[in-house]
């Protein structure tokens, strides 16, 4: 009975890491992905597509510190997430 509860809790903590390695994984390609696309956003200089890239990661908890000067509009003054 030992053993095969063993080797139940040593087959579900290996599932469990394995799925926290491949979302980690994925989690950083993507963010690749956004940040290569934000830096040619800043390299093509428009501002229009610079504030629409920004209101749209502005929220997110894990690309936000990714990008330049994120901010978030709170009424008529703007709050700097980053610098």
Do not use: F, R
């Not at 990661?57 to 003054?77: D, F, N, R, W």
Request: proline content about 4%; hydrophobic content about 40%.
């Amino acid at each position: 009975m030992d053993k095969k509860l063993v080797g139940l809790a040593g087959t579900l903590l290996l599932g469990v890491a394995g799925w926290l390695i491949s979302t980690v994984y994925s989690i950083s390609i993507d963010t690749e992905i956004i940040k290569d696309k934000i830096e040619k956003v800043y390299a093509d200089n428009c501002p229009y597509c610079v504030h629409a890239a920004h209101s749209s990661i502005a929220e997110h908890p894990l690309l936000s510190p990714t990008i330049k000067h994120a901010h978030q509009h709170v009424g008529k003054e703007i709050v700097k997430i980053n610098e």
